[in-house]
């Protein structure tokens, strides 16, 4: 085997050393009975040549990876620079453990440092951690921090929250004695701050909302921080759709307690959905309430700046069952990616990339809306996702466009939602080119 | 203070500030195409009130060349595998091979979005197929799910099945069932994951030869509350768990089930299954034993293996084959629910399988016998100059204590630094919590000898430094680009983000002119 560097000879001199005499002995410690007495029947061993023809093969099975794409939902292609994977393909990155060991450790470290600044700087927060799983699970770690904080038991989500967050929501919180309620999305805006500002109660630990939400739509995130807060519970908003931040109105400049979201817009490719990056902040008040890890400045004896990892008394490695959360590896290289993407787009291009997305779906919006038979059912402003209701199924119209335009046009909201047959998900992004837009609008009608 | 010893590599230590602080006004590190479609007035859009009025302040404006080199000036500061021996137990730093990353990157699965069509994405799904049927026999539990995203979620999913499980089984009366047994030689996430799931703590005592303490495991097993126990095996002092049949009987008696946490498990694979020895349910880690690189703290994929019987729990969609197609099945009534949007870290399951195609069913069993036969080499190295607390022979890991060396006032810590100015990444140290002073080492099958025997000559060095210049020991590491850091005053004062330092006229208005 090729990646394992001693020879069978020297293997043999190696037992020899010990004082062994066939590598079956290095077993001893395991009963007889217990140990495998057949070859494990898993494939043989593939050489190069035939393992990347296996993947290639496979690959190229892959229809949707190669059409024109208007998918979105919580997972989006913007531009990646090429230097994003030049630099996470440094071994010094990709082949580094955890920063446990801060003296040769230093390059992973102030990354982390400068990713929590980037991820401050966007939310409008006062702190934030090195990462989490993606933004589903960060989503239910705030849903759990909530009731850490106010001591409340009750949550209250929008039902225009991602349902695949909502499902991953259910599932954390299922033994945690939260009671977990939805708050309905009006049918004629898509929005459900209203109904969000309604149900809060002094019951009430936190409300969830999503912005831009499942839909696209831009919730009023200030009048429901107003409503939260005088109910004394928190503010969660969640955010799939993270270039939403260059434009938008930060989550933290409207009055909200934890934000988390899906950190994918930033230099991480689709690969059919992970890994990608959980972003989560908070206020300064909660910082010993927040789950995963935290990077701090440090000084050695010199007083030469460093960093390290800190409030590690929160944590599992310490604090056993009392910790804030389970979380141990989390997503270093893809928080990196993001940290090589926010920069190397930096201010100006964090601006121009959204307003280009926004840009593009209110052309496509428009344009769609102006089609027979195709209308746009809410009325709130979007960023760059907007649901369409078309004149047929959409799980069938979509596969029609799929199979005779090349066009992925969208995503069926039957699939979440079964009273709405003929609704789907457009997503367009500054990826998307004229051409892309006006052949799918052509496409829509020629149905 | 470095002379005279021999150094496997260099630290480089060039200086590197903070991005922000590097940033310039007006610097630009991207080009867009023109925007091609007519421009509507931003404010038809977005009314203004939604739209943020800091003009993202303080975000870097940098050129692209200055990117590149702050990063790749960053990268000299860490060590990596590619650089050398990576010893950390409990860790498996094995080789994390380029070919693997290529697969990763192939255009149809990096450019595939996760909520495209079944029948569009079927060599994606196909990929996570293969993945599953290996890992099932590798493991020998036939039931698996792919979708959490790290070892601590894979034991989350594991104990939320056993939960669910005794739920269905015992109705109301699983309530008198929240009892978790959990060995005092676990992982910190064990508890931690445990307590996620509803679920109170029992520690089980370790005997003096390290291992699960039978007598203690009964007792607490004689009290009708347990619903489980997570083991890890072998466990985190690298050995293995002879008495588990027993120990899954004990349990299995009491009307609980085994969680095996398989952090472990690149001392088992090909040689022995978990689901041979009794054990219902387990999590791999693919950044572990399978080789997906460890990307300084993630991304991991944690795999949930588990009994037939507990199949019908797993998190859905369930990925299975039916008709020749591969697809998702969300219909499973009795399943915990979906534990993360999509599929879990799909780019870590092609690199996994990947791995495992690339070994074949033979090089997997060969690379568990060198990386148990690395770990005897070091055990047999350097029991002459450090105290080895535990007689048995270690599986893939061994830990040393600093009995001997702390007379002279030298503690883990200390060797673990100086062992850097050697060239080296120290081992894991002060875990497991119940070895005063431990210092776990793990070399896992991507170490030749040559390299072995420096580390063990490099160990043997710092035990005679110990002895004859403590001071020496003390003060290290001598050469990398910072010393060691206070951690302490961090904690108290914690400064977690960089903030723009506020300019003295701003700071002062009364100095305004």
Same mark, same amino acid.
């Given at each position: ?43 043989? +061993? ?89 933004? !589903? ?22 039902? +225009? ?82 270039? !939403? ?35 989560? +902040? ?159 609008? !052509? ?5 | ?76 500061? %860490? ?110 996430? %064990? ?66 089930? *085994? ?11 090909? *040689? ?42 797993? @998190? ?55 990386? *148990?036969? %690395? ?15 535990? %007689? ?77 210049? @403590? ?43």
């Amino acid at each position: 085997m090729r990646y394992i560097p001693n020879s069978p000879e020297e293997r043999v001199e190696m037992l020899e050393a010990i004082g062994l005499t066939s590598a079956e002995q290095l077993f001893d410690s395991i009963p007889e009975a217990l140990r495998l007495q057949r070859p494990l029947e898993t494939p043989a +061993a593939l050489s190069e040549i035939e393992l990347l023809d296996k993947f290639e093969r496979l690959g190229q099975q892959n229809a949707a990876a190669r059409r024109a794409s208007f998918l979105g939902a919580g997972a989006y292609s913007h531009y990646i620079p090429t230097i994003v994977d030049h630099i996470i393909s440094r071994s010094e990155f990709f082949t580094a453990y955890t920063p446990y060991q801060p003296e040769i450790s230093q390059g992973t470290l102030q990354v982390i440092f400068e990713f929590q600044t980037l991820v401050c700087q966007l939310t409008g927060m006062d702190l934030a951690n090195a990462s989490m799983y993606d933004g !589903s699970t960060a989503l239910a770690e705030a849903v759990l921090m909530a009731e850490r904080v106010t001591r409340r038991s009750k949550v209250i989500s929008s039902a +225009a929250v991602h349902p695949q967050y909502l499902e991953v929501v259910k599932t954390y919180v299922q033994h945690a004695g939260i009671d977990l309620e939805l708050a309905d999305f009006d049918q004629k805006t898509g929005l459900a701050g209203a109904a969000l500002a309604e149900a809060v109660d002094d019951q009430t630990a936190a409300i969830v909302v999503q912005s831009p939400n499942f839909f696209g739509c831009v919730e009023d995130l200030s009048a429901l921080a107003d409503a939260a807060h005088a109910k004394g519970a928190l503010l969660v908003v969640a955010i799939t759709e993270a270039m !939403s931040l260059g434009l938008l109105k930060s989550p933290g400049a409207c009055g909200a307690d934890i934000v988390v979201a899906e950190g994918q817009s930033f230099g991480v490719p689709l690969s059919f959905g992970g890994p990608y990056v959980g972003l989560f +902040a908070t206020r300064d008040k909660y910082a010993r309430q927040i789950p995963g890890r935290l990077v701090g400045e440090a000084y050695d004896k010199k007083g030469r700046r460093g960093f390290v990892l800190t409030l590690a008394t929160r944590e599992q490695h310490i604090r056993r069952e009392k910790a804030t959360s389970n979380i141990c590896t989390n997503e270093g290289l893809i928080a990196l990616a993001a940290t090589v993407y926010l920069e190397t787009m930096g201010r100006r291009g964090i601006q121009e990339a959204a307003h280009q997305c926004l840009q593009k779906a209110a052309y496509a919006a428009r344009r769609i809306a102006k089609l027979d038979g195709f209308s746009l059912p809410f009325a709130a402003p979007y960023f760059n996702e907007f649901v369409v209701r078309g004149p047929l199924n959409s799980v069938e119209l979509l596969s029609r466009l799929a199979k005779d335009n090349a066009i992925e046009a969208g995503i069926a909201l039957s699939r979440f939602m079964p009273d709405r047959d003929n609704d789907f998900l457009v997503c367009v992004t500054e990826t998307n080119t004229r051409e892309q837009i006006d052949a799918l609008v !052509s496409a829509l009608s020629e149905l | 203070m470095t002379s005279g010893i021999t150094k496997v590599t260099t630290h480089i230590s060039p200086n590197e500030q903070l991005i922000f602080e590097r940033s310039q006004a007006g610097r630009i590190g991207y080009r867009l195409p023109a925007l091609d479609v007519e421009e509507s007035a931003v404010d038809d859009l977005i009314p203004q009130q939604f739209r943020r009025d800091d003009d993202l302040e303080g975000m870097p404006e940098v050129s692209e060349v200055d990117v590149v080199r702050h990063f790749i000036r960053m990268s000299t500061w %860490n060590y990596s595998i590619d650089l050398g021996m990576y010893p950390l137990g409990s860790c498996t730093m094995k080789y994390n091979s380029r070919l693997n990353e290529h697969v990763a990157r192939i255009a149809g699965f990096a450019n595939l979005h996760p909520l495209a069509a079944e029948e569009d994405s079927q060599g994606a799904l196909q990929v996570i197929y293969e993945l599953q049927e290996c890992l099932a026999e590798i493991t020998g539990l036939p039931g698996i799910s792919l979708q959490p995203a790290a070892g601590a979620h894979g034991e989350m999913t594991g104990i939320m099945i056993i939960r669910a499980f005794l739920d269905a089984r015992h109705g109301a009366a699983a309530a008198g069932r929240r009892t978790m047994l959990i060995p005092d030689s676990a992982h910190g996430t %064990n508890p931690a994951s445990a307590h996620l799931s509803g679920f109170s703590v029992k520690t089980i005592r370790s005997t003096a030869e390290g291992l699960t303490d039978l007598d203690h495991l009964r007792e607490l097993c004689a009290h009708g509350d347990v619903a489980g126990l997570m083991l890890t095996n072998p466990n985190t002092l690298g050995l293995f768990e002879r008495n588990i049949k027993q120990i899954c009987d004990i349990v299995h008696e009491a009307g609980g089930l *085994v969680y095996m946490d398989g952090a472990n498990m690149n001392a088992l694979v090909g *040689v022995a299954r978990p689901g041979d020895m009794g054990v219902d349910v387990i999590h791999l880690n693919l950044h572990k034993t399978f080789s997906t690189p460890h990307g300084g703290g993630g991304p991991g994929c944690g795999p949930c293996c588990c009994t037939k019987e507990l199949e019908p729990f797993l @998190p859905v969609p369930r990925i299975v084959k039916a008709d020749g197609a591969f697809r998702l099945d969300h219909d499973q009534p009795k399943s915990i629910g979906r534990v993360k949007a999509f599929f879990g870290n799909y780019g870590m399951m092609l690199r996994a399988l990947a791995y495992t195609l690339t070994h074949g069913f033979d090089g997997l069993r060969e690379a568990t016998e060198a990386a *148990v036969l %690395n770990s005897r080499y070091i055990a047999e190295g350097l029991t002459s100059d450090y105290d080895k607390p535990f %007689n048995s022979p270690p599986m893939h890991e061994v830990v040393f204590t600093d009995k001997r060396q702390s007379r002279k006032g030298v503690h883990t810590l200390d060797i673990a630094k100086r062992l850097i100015d050697y060239g080296f990444h120290p081992m894991t140290i002060y875990f497991p919590l119940i070895v005063q002073g431990a210092m776990l080492i793990e070399p896992t099958e991507s170490v030749g000898r040559q390299e072995l025997d420096q580390f063990i000559a490099a160990m043997r060095s710092i035990a005679r430094e110990a002895l004859e210049d @403590p001071e020496l020991v003390l003060g290290a590491p001598h050469d990398t680009r910072i010393g060691r850091l206070d951690e302490a005053a961090a904690a108290r004062k914690p400064v977690l983000r960089w903030k723009p330092q506020v300019a003295e006229a701003e700071a002062t208005p009364a100095s305004v002119s």
